[in-house]
């Protein structure tokens, strides 16, 4: 039984609707113009709709072909899966491989493993996403990820493989020039909440958000990564705990001061996990790699 929409079509309208024109799509795909042309209309006589509205400068999508982009995105994500499983399968290597990264870990160490990697010449495409908090578990749940590491709170069972590799030490730091850099310690939990709060967002897109770390507060000032929130707190634009290990050199030139406060804050476990279902080699090489890293003394 013939299908009037293929994976080459689904392509064609996918790469006209990046780049914004049938010529620039067929730049990018190596092809005349013509050639898109034609398995446009092609695709529209056969379906009996028009996919593309043609009549301004940029080629838009209707309302059909919003709908045959956005299911058929899915078929061109399987095939794309497929063709890397077979090459997998054929060598051990998989064609690329994501890894999540929580925003609380140093990025040097990372770094230096991939660029370790990378030296091993193997046919391995690398992509490194920077999550928060449950956004890591989000990332291997929803398979955007191979590979997490800085994994924090409750660790997952049965599908995946779980290392403890470090446990991450806050404090409550704020700038040398806040108003509480001077204030008596222990500070007392609802003077600190008399002043906004500076908060790492959850990255997370499909579990429930998740929070570390928060106390009373008259604001919170969301930002996405514990870089910015540093930064945040260095200005002085709000307060709360930051990893020890990131701020070590606001504290020496003087930027940031620990205060001693009464709200808790135990150190936080962190791990490293990939799906069981993961066996390709450089996923194996990572894990086994990252979990050997000396985190906080690198």
């Known amino acids: 039984m013939a299908y009037p929409i ?3 079509a689904l392509k064609v309208i996918a790469t006209i609707q990046q780049k914004g024109s049938f010529a620039a799509a067929a730049e990018a795909l190596f ?3 013509s050639a898109l042309t034609y398995t446009v209309s ?4 056969e379906l009996g709709v028009t996919v593309f509205d043609r009549s301004g400068h940029r080629a838009k999508l209707t309302a059909a072909g919003h709908l045959v982009l956005s299911e058929g995105q899915q078929l061109l994500d399987a095939a794309q899966r497929l063709t890397e499983k077979v090459k997998e399968l054929e060598s051990g290597w998989e064609p690329r491989l994501t890894i999540a990264v929580d925003t609380v870990l140093p990025c040097q160490p990372v770094l230096q493993t991939v660029a370790r990697f990378c030296e091993l010449q193997k046919p391995v495409n690398i992509q490194l996403l920077e999550e928060v908090l449950g956004g890591g578990w989000d990332a291997l749940t929803t398979q955007r990820a191979d590979l997490a590491v800085g994994l924090s ?8 493989d779980v290392k403890p590799i470090a446990n991450a030490e806050f404090v409550f730091a704020v700038a040398a020039t806040h108003s509480l850099a001077s204030a008596q310690e222990p500070i007392a939990s609802d003077h600190v909440s008399q002043y906004p709060a500076i908060v790492v967002k959850d990255s997370s897109r499909t579990l429930p958000d998740r929070s570390s770390g928060l106390f009373a507060a008259r604001q919170t000032v969301h ?12 200005s002085g634009v709000g307060v709360g705990f930051l990893p020890l290990h990131m701020i070590r050199q606001h504290l020496a030139n003087g930027e940031l001061v620990i205060k001693f406060t009464d709200i808790p804050r135990p150190p936080i476990p962190l791990y490293i996990a990939k799906r069981k279902d993961t066996q390709g080699k450089a996923a194996q090489w990572f894990y086994q790699q990252l979990s ?4 906080f003394t690198t």
């Open 6 to 8: 293929s994976l080459e």
């Open 31 to 33: 092809k005349v113009p």
């Open 292 to 295: 050997d890293v000396s985190w």
């Open 223 to 234: 930002v996405t990564s514990m870089a910015h929130k540093i930064a945040a707190q260095v």
């Open 153 to 160: 709170g409750e660790t997952a069972i049965g599908n995946y």
């Open 42 to 45: 092609k695709l529209e006589q």
